[in-house]
DNA sequence: ACACTTTTTGCAAGCGATTGCATAAATTTG
DNA sequence: CAAATTTATGCAATCGCTTGCAAAAAGTGT
């Protein structure tokens, strides 16, 4: 493996000079500069990431922290989409990214915290946001700058993030039922404390009052199939005229669709059904899924240059929004008008 | 943050006396021992990473490496939840990952030559095993270490894995479907150029044979519901009498049962359907798809394991196989007796 | 108590890069 | 043409840690 000294050595000059003419630097002369480029392309050289990072204090590595474990969002393809955006825009950087992952949120401030101490880590890309995360508390207390996936809880214009626009995003899927002839739409959600959720409420919300109709909200996580169907029966009791519902996302949605299809009464009913995130659950369901699109893997690239760009000193934050897209399959139904 | 320079000085001793201490050597006395123990936690001491990697040439990371991006590869949650072991039992040796992923072999091969040459990672797992992979072989090039999820397709012996043992599970799932009376069984697959889906064939067709049933092998990606349309018309002329499929993944399964569904003719077979991976779309599935677990987590762990003990001069290769288990739901049914 | 082991420690030289500062070369100027 | 600038290079220290080797301390035997 070739050092900076091989090239400095073939080209003719001192490492310092190889250095600085690797590094563009202003003050060297174009015909050494020329040298040792063609020297390093010559010996194939590629610095040392280590030494590199030692004697710069950076680190080019930037931490990629996925929620806590619970189970459930490591089945979410969701997740692995962002990453893969990450992922591409850092290596076309010479960046590298490494995960964060824990099995409970202390045990995932800690990994983080042994990547700044050890790692000197100093950009973190956070693939979810939450009310009161301890990891966001926790970046805080800390020099490094990180961007969140997803609407911060706190300081919305200090903190750099990109996101969808959740709360239009939650109109568009409960108008879309309007549209349809629904009245009484209901929304699901499984844990309103991810931002996410509640933007998507509050735009459904939005739509709802518009309408003068009423928020029906339900909130449940289908730990079971039995504790499904015992929240539904509940549910319907109050809310018999229920005739749509605006999941939070596209794996909520299938959820539903399981126990509403595994009653007669209520799949005779045909509720009418529509999700986010246009994964690929939504075209393996039966009827097909129609669903928000929000683009992961985009979310993750526009992250990624976020994190990757120096930012200057004055700290002005970015915030990206990335456009969202109806999908139209077939799980929303026309109400027939019986005026 | 402190250096090693201040936890010897607190300790009234040299760093290399530290840097021994600390890293268990025999040659330090057990009393000095434990003052440099003592001063390092009072300072709150973590190595550098960067620095203690220039010094050793070590690199205390493991490359992750994804599979080409075939798209339909990252929307699978099977990727995610074996990433979830590996980095669990790291971060518990403190070990990092780093993921490598590319768009196409070019440019994964190519992520993974920076990975060896800058950041001087010499270690790798691989998240699965397919014929003439031009990153093995890129691997087999350098002198590092790598451990593949899934049966190597050259030098079983000498390269370590961990996988499960699919031939056996493709005989269980097929032996399944025999118990409950189906006679012609077709084999459902995408892509026999990767390992895992070769065993189950293999599986498969031991148990067939040994019945002295035909082998029905059906190789079909769904790149859209026309075209699996139109493939299963063509199918089930020639195989009219197929009653039931092992499919090579729980997606595929899905993507099969989606079209059998839209076609009245079809649907009313009720075709008999078991998957592998026991991934969440099986629970989601309707009716719920009986599945063969494989435990992707647990493959992760495994992995990583053997990733991180550093292996002898002697290059013994590790082999671990994780168990399977069939997790019964609605998708198979019983064939009536007509005799 | 002395010579001889054996056990503990510390010195100093790396690892491969970057960078402030001094020096050498090139250029300009009076 | 010598002096004063300006521009280009190189020296050497540094980042934080490890480790071979020599030196110091402690222990042994006679």
Redesign the interface.
């Known amino acids: ?1 070739a050092t900076i000294k091989d090239v400095a050595q073939r080209a003719g000059v001192s490492p310092s000079t190889a250095s600085r003419a690797l590094h563009g630097s202003k003050i060297i002369s174009q015909p050494t500069r020329e040298k040792v480029v063609k020297a390093a392309r010559a010996l ?1 050289y ?6 590199q ?2 004697a710069t204090k950076a ?1 080019n ?1 930037i931490g990629v922290v996925l929620p806590v ?1 619970h189970h ?1 969002i ?4 969701f ?3 962002m ?2 955006g990450i ?2 825009v850092c ?1 076309q950087n ?1 960046s ?8 409970s949120s202390d ?1 995932l401030v800690h ?1 983080i915290d ?2 700044i ?4 880590i100093r950009n973190f890309i956070l693939l979810y946001s939450e009310k009161n995360d301890p990891v966001v508390e926790r970046l805080n207390q800390f020099d490094v700058h990180y961007v969140v996936i997803g609407k911060p809880y706190h300081d919305v214009n200090r903190i750099s993030y990109v996101d969808n626009d959740n709360v239009q995003a939650g109109t568009d899927a409960a108008q879309y039922l309007l549209d349809h002839g629904h009245r009484r739409i209901c929304f699901l959600c499984s844990d309103l404390s991810k931002m996410v959720q509640g933007d998507r409420m509050l735009g459904y919300q939005r739509v709802m009052m518009q309408h003068q109709l009423p928020n029906i909200i339900l909130s449940e996580r289908f730990e079971s199939h039995e504790t499904g169907v015992q929240a539904l029966h509940k549910f319907f009791k109050n809310y018999p005229d229920v005739t749509a519902f605006v999941a939070v996302d596209d ?1 909520m949605a ?2 539903l ?2 126990v509403l ?2 009653d007669a009464e209520w799949k005779v009913k045909q509720f009418s059904l529509i999700g986010f995130n246009n ?3 939504s ?4 009827p ?1 899924l129609t669903s928000i699109a929000v683009f992961p ?1 985009r979310l993750g690239e526009e992250a990624a240059k976020i994190a990757i760009a120096d930012r200057p000193k004055d700290e002005l934050s970015t915030a990206v929004i990335v456009p969202h897209q109806i999908i139209k399959r077939h799980s929303v139904h026309q109400v027939k008008k019986l005026l």
């Open positions: 493996m194939n590629a610095p040392d990431f280590n030494a990072n030692l680190s590595t474990d459930e490591f089945s979410n393809p997740f692995l989409e990453i893969r992922n591409e290596s010479g590298m990214t490494t995960l964060a992952t824990g099995i045990e990994n042994v990547m101490a050890q790692g000197h794996m299938l959820k669709q399981q299809h595994n994964s690929i659950f075209e393996l369901a039966h097909t893997q």
